[in-house]
């Protein structure tokens, strides 16, 4: 049996208790602050205060290290693509005739699509591992939305544990069988990804699918046009005024931001540029 | 009448075979009947027909008529009949609909406008019938393949159903999880007027609680009766089409043919001989011995392949998977594993071939370090077949699938042509060479999936529940192809919950458990020394259990199959 990542983690702590309304705010500030800050220090502070609340959430700093590892490939990925992928851009862009340059300008670039990233993924994961889905569905349904709607969220979020089994299971069939996907080149490792991952994923995906919804119109799913629902989610003081500090700190942000008086923590490209041209002459 | 089933036909969208022909079927209020028959002959079509998932959902072509307590399925919509018919699905990980137990079991009331105290009430009720209670709090990721099974029956169970519809519930579920959700099926009978219909490959779970034996065979109903005298009517006809009788049912039956015994009432489990051990004592007499002739300990003499020292493993947040695991394995064993859901089974397999790798501990595959060697080495000598079926098919044609590894692997087309042959023959899949596997029955993907893997010749080769989804035909022709590879030299490692075929192939049998190796041994000797230990006994087959009811104290030579039971048996009596 292999163990999971990112379902719900059944420990008390107060980001459990949270309503889900808080932490879709939270997710949102998260989303929107890692789209529009630049700076990779500020980036990477928005990053540890989400591995922070995942603390604070009592997942344990083993299983939150753990959850980290699907970010990987994709780090790597947009780390150096473009450095290579838009130097031709860059060159255009920059002023800054110089190749060397260019390509710290990408990777530059790269790190901070690679913060953003796995910001806005990593607080998805800290929400899944803290949040009953259920208690989500009831507080949208709260909000005005049809129940039917409501749960297609929770479907698809249903899912995400079940594709992350089947994909191990499919790489683990693969590499038993000889395969290597990162053997070859990149088109040819892309058209294997798509024809030896995504069609066995797609297809187990589909049957899952079919067998959750038999199972959902088993149990009159959508007989009626509302529903009930067992358990009641309370909105508290103590969550009201979270949320009135999440969204404070995301207005002011915001503001702070497009007037332009975030200061520049960490400037990459120019650290970069000074440490191979400490004279300040770019050949 | 709870069901009135006339004249059916039903073949699926875009399909032209018809998968069920000409059905016609009564079944009362309170009945319990239990439905088998080969893979893939219409067993589990015919339970989405009572609930009105065909036609409504699936759609496809139907003719004839499905009344379920008075209520055409054709005009009364899935959630109406829903209310009737509550269905637990075979797939204990894809049939929820939410993350945690509660939710779990209350998801069909609240669909159905139920007052909350209601609910609640269902909810309690429902899992004091599973015996259940402890697990209310739980996330469903936290249960086992078992517990699932029986969450899933508790919340068939709280939309309060006049009929509740089982379909192959213990075919992912341990041994242990699959008594238990035996005792809870005999539970509900007796606390209710449900009519239970189940579909079923373990005849020795159910039928004896069953008022009646349905055997399918291409879609057609071709024996319906009481249990007993189905079995003892048709017997020859249910061995050609894949169905095995309960094991305690085949001894019996073979003693009467061999005039031992004279009595035509038929154990069909272990508990009915339970209930009545005095009378089979009596009926053994004397002359009943049952030890067996002592075995050596030793299940090979050859050089050792795999040498496990100290294996440790820690899932993702840091839990246990495999705990100081110790283990040597030597050329041309023949090695059953058995233990619970979550034991630490499949986990270990992982290892044996690197694709996990120790956390301590070390791992040596033919003399290979499996935490230094790629897996790739590994694999071209290691063939291990994994447990879903589908999700390890990937090419566009059946013969293309056969030869995946091979091209990987750098193996000539033309050095595998005779192989090739014998492989897709032995498999039945010469008629299915151009087919998309992914399109093939369960069963069928099964079978592709070892020849996928004994095409390339390994040395090792090791099956995770190679007989997922099969009948009794294809496990005894998969079973006799391993045991012919076995005297070849090869060596087999099966992690299988089919006690029953374990005890007649395999020479060594190990039980995991938390991660541990707590047996391991001569499969005879580790089955008997089992069967006192509560918590064990489910891995020992019926004669075993029936061994050790029949002598004062535990054998560990005692008969574990039908066949060493008469052997002994016969030997006796000729002295």
Avoid at chain 1, 135 to 162: C, E, H, N, Q, W
Avoid at chain 1, 202 to 229: E, H, K, N, P, Q
Avoid at chain 2, 500 to 527: C, N, S
């Amino acid at each position: 049996m292999i163990k999971l990542k990112y379902t719900y983690v059944n420990v008390d702590s107060k980001v459990h208790n949270l309503n889900p309304i808080v932490k879709v705010l939270w997710i949102t500030c998260v989303d929107v602050l890692a789209i529009l800050v630049w700076d990779i220090a500020w980036l990477s502070l928005i990053f540890l205060s989400v591995f922070a609340v995942g603390l604070a959430a009592n997942l344990g700093r083993r299983r939150l290290l753990d959850a980290m590892r699907p970010l990987k490939p994709l780090v790597i990925i947009l780390l150096f693509s473009p450095s290579f992928i838009l130097l031709p851009e860059l060159r255009i862009l920059s002023p800054n005739p110089s190749l060397i340059v260019l390509l710290v300008e990408g990777v530059a670039y790269g790190v901070t699509i690679a913060l953003r990233f796995s910001c806005i993924i990593y607080s998805a994961f800290i929400f899944m591992m803290t949040t009953r889905l259920n208690d989500l569905a009831y507080m949208l349904v709260k909000l005005g939305m049809p129940y039917r709607y409501s749960f297609m969220i929770i479907t698809s979020f249903r899912l995400i544990p079940s594709l992350e089994k089947y994909a191990e299971n499919i790489k683990y069939a693969q590499v038993a069988r000889g395969l290597n996907l990162d053997r070859a080149g990149i088109l040819r490792r892309y058209f294997n990804f798509v024809k030896y991952t995504v069609k066995p994923l797609l297809i187990s995906a589909l049957r899952g699918s079919l067998t959750l919804a038999i199972s959902m119109d088993s149990a009159c799913f959508g007989a009626y046009r509302s529903r009930v629902f067992l358990n009641d989610v309370p909105y508290s003081k103590q969550d009201a005024l979270i949320s009135a500090v999440i969204l404070l700190i995301m207005t002011l942000s915001i503001y702070i931001i497009f007037t332009g008086r975030l200061p520049i923590l960490f400037d990459f490209s120019e650290t970069i540029r000074r440490l191979f041209y400490p004279s300040g002459k770019i050949v | 009448m709870s069901i009135s089933i006339r004249d059916l036909w039903y073949r699926y969208p875009g399909s032209k075979e018809w998968v069920l022909r000409n059905i016609n079927l009564n079944i009362n209020s309170g009945e319990m009947v239990c439905i088998t028959g080969p893979s893939a002959c219409g067993k589990s079509t015919l339970l989405y027909l009572l609930n009105g998932i065909i036609p409504h959902a699936l759609g496809g072509e139907m003719k004839g008529r499905v009344v379920v307590e008075s209520l055409d399925t054709r005009e009364h919509d899935v959630y109406e009949l829903s209310t009737i018919v509550s269905l637990v699905q075979q797939d204990p990980e894809n049939q929820f609909r939410t993350f945690t137990v509660k939710d779990e079991i209350a998801f069909g009331p609240e669909n159905l406008w139920i007052p909350k105290h209601e609910i609640l009430e269902r909810v309690e009720q429902s899992l004091q019938i599973v015996n259940a209670k402890h697990l209310a709090d739980r996330t469903m990721m936290e249960l086992s393949g078992g517990e699932k099974q029986r969450i899933a029956l508790a919340a068939a169970l709280s939309m309060k159903p006049k009929i509740l519809v089982l379909d192959e519930p213990t075919s992912n579920i341990d041994p242990k999880g699959a008594v238990e959700l035996a005792q809870n099926l005999r539970n509900i009978r007796s606390k209710t007027n449900i009519t239970v219909i189940i579909v079923e490959h373990r005849l020795d779970l159910f039928l004896w609680m069953s008022d009646r034996l349905i055997i399918m065979n291409e879609g057609e109903i071709v024996c319906n009766g009481a249990p007993r005298s189905v079995l003892q009517k048709y017997q020859g006809l249910l061995l050609k089409i894949g169905v095995r009788p309960p094991q305690t049912f085949e001894l019996f039956d073979r003693l009467s043919n061999l005039g031992v015994i004279n009595n035509s009432h038929y154990p069909l489990s272990i508990e009915e001989i339970e209930e009545k051990a005095e009378f089979f004592r009596q009926l053994f007499q004397s002359d009943f011995c049952v030890c067996a002739p002592v075995s050596s300990g030793r299940t090979s003499e050859g050089e050792v392949v795999i040498r496990v020292d100290g294996l440790t493993y820690d899932y993702p947040g840091g839990i246990r998977a495999l705990d100081g695991i110790d283990l040597e394995v030597r050329k041309g064993e023949f090695i059953g594993i058995i233990g619970n859901n979550g034991a630490g089974k499949t986990t270990f397999l992982l290892h044996l071939i690197g694709i996990l790798k120790p956390k301590s501990g070390n791992v040596s595959v033919l003399g290979m370090d499996t935490r230094t060697t790629p897996v790739s080495i590994i694999a071209r000598r290691v063939g291990m077949v994994f447990q879903y079926p589908s999700q390890q098919l990937f090419e566009e044609s059946v013969r293309d699938e056969i030869l995946f590894a091979p091209k990987n692997f750098s193996i000539r087309e033309n050095e595998l042509s005779d192989r090739f042959k014998e492989i897709s023959k032995t498999f039945d899949l010469e008629r299915l060479q151009d087919r998309y596997p992914q399109s093939l029955s369960v069963g069928q993907m099964r079978r592709l999936n070892l020849a996928s893997i004994l095409i390339y010749d390994p040395d090792i080769i090791i099956l995770d529940e190679p007989f997922f989804g099969q009948d009794y035909g294809h496990v005894e022709r998969i079973m006799d192809l391993l045991e012919k590879l076995n005297e070849e030299g090869k060596t087999i490692m099966i992690v299988s919950h089919n006690i029953v075929e374990l005890a007649e192939h395999v020479r060594r049998l190990i039980l995991f458990k938390d991660g541990r190796i707590i047996e391991d041994g001569p499969t005879r000797r580790v089955m008997n020394s089992m069967v006192d230990k509560e918590e064990k006994q489910y891995f020992c087959t019926p004669v075993c259990r029936l061994s050790r009811l029949l002598t004062k104290h535990a054998v560990l030579e005692a008969p574990t199959t039908v066949d060493e039971i008469l052997s002994v048996l016969m030997r006796r009596r000729q002295s």
